[in-house]
Nanobody, 125 residues
Framework: QVQLVESGGGLVQTGGSLRLSCAAS???????MAWIRQAPGKEREFVAS????????EYAHSIKGRFTISRDTAENTMYLQMNSLEPEDTAVYYC???????????????????WGRGTQVTVLS
């Protein structure tokens, strides 16, 4: 069964750090994977994506330089290291995968067919 499970969210002060994890079951080793977030009252927003090999990455302008996406293909796990967090980063963060696509760019939220249930990140001002 294909499944994505996020963890690592929580409460943090402005300027703090969190590391999100996404454990994948099923075959995602040849898939682009991404982090996508949704703030209260807003639409889902692309955050970062990583290609099937873990070699290439892309980021939203709003988080570039603060967040780092990575993946461990052997462990079938993806990560998002978030530093210098701001209140505007408060959102539910989703792990997503597109099993039919390997490379980048791949920024369209609608392009991802598999989703986790999300993990809440709250940044206190």
């Amino acid at each position: 069964q294909v499944q994505l499970v996020e963890s690592g969210g929580g409460l943090v002060q402005t300027g703090g750090s969190l590391r999100l994890s996404c454990a994948a079951s099923g075959s995602f080793s040849d898939s682009v994977m991404a982090w996508i977030r949704q703030a209260p009252g807003k639409e889902r927003e692309f955050v970062a994506s990583i290609d099937w090999s873990g070699t290439n990455t892309e980021y939203a302008h709003s988080i570039k330089g603060r967040f780092t996406i990575s993946r461990d293909t052997a462990e079938n796990t993806m990560y998002l290291q978030m530093n210098s967090l701001e209140p505007e980063d408060t959102a539910v963060y989703y792990c997503a995968a597109d099993a039919g696509w390997r490379g980048l760019p791949h920024r369209g939220v609608w392009q991802y067919e598999y989703w986790g249930r999300g993990t809440q990140v709250t940044v206190l001002s």
